[in-house]
């Protein structure tokens, strides 16, 4: 014969003082629906007591990562994502030296006039 663990026979494990009540399975609770671009409905519970400003206008769809909005027919757009730079494009983006030469002047002239001493 196995016995598992000290409860006593018929008592439920974690069963306290607190009734169901006390820990929020009862809790008035309003559903609020989200629509994302893929077609998904949410349906998460808010506590109903909870401002109507609290409540989020978007969240990330579980099923497919999406943004989800309350509008059915105007769900959020997905977000653009910008393509990959080669390193060409990088390479074409780099200041000449003279610009170079310019803003590095520049710098040491503003953390000069920072600590008070003029420009030698």
């Given at each position: 014969?196995?016995?598992?663990?000290?409860?006593?026979?018929?008592?439920?494990?974690?069963?306290?003082?607190?009734?169901?009540?006390?820990?929020?399975?009862?809790?008035?609770?309003?559903?609020?629906?989200?629509?994302?671009?893929?077609?998904?409905?949410?349906?998460?519970?808010?506590?109903?007591?909870?401002?109507?400003e609290e409540i989020?206008?978007?969240?990330?769809?579980?099923?497919?990562?999406?943004?989800?909005?309350?509008?059915?027919?105007?769900p959020p757009s997905?977000?653009?994502?910008?393509?990959?730079?080669?390193?060409?494009?990088?390479?074409?983006?780099?200041?000449?030296?003279?610009?170079?030469?310019?803003?590095?002047?520049?710098?040491?002239?503003?953390?000069?006039?920072?600590?008070?001493?003029?420009?030698?």
């Amino acid at each position: 014969m196995a016995s598992g663990g000290s409860a006593i026979r018929g008592s439920r494990v974690g069963a306290g003082p607190m009734g169901e009540q006390d820990r929020g399975f009862h809790a008035d609770r309003i559903q609020v629906l989200y629509w994302c671009s893929n077609g998904h409905e949410l349906k998460p519970y808010f506590l109903a007591t909870i401002e109507p400003e609290e409540i989020p206008e978007q969240l990330d769809c579980p099923n497919c990562g999406l943004p989800a909005g309350r509008d059915k027919e105007n769900p959020p757009s997905v977000a653009k994502l910008e393509p990959y730079k080669t390193h060409l494009a990088y390479v074409k983006e780099r200041r000449t030296e003279q610009e170079a030469a310019t803003l590095l002047d520049e710098a040491l002239e503003q953390l000069r006039a920072r600590r008070g001493r003029t420009s030698a």
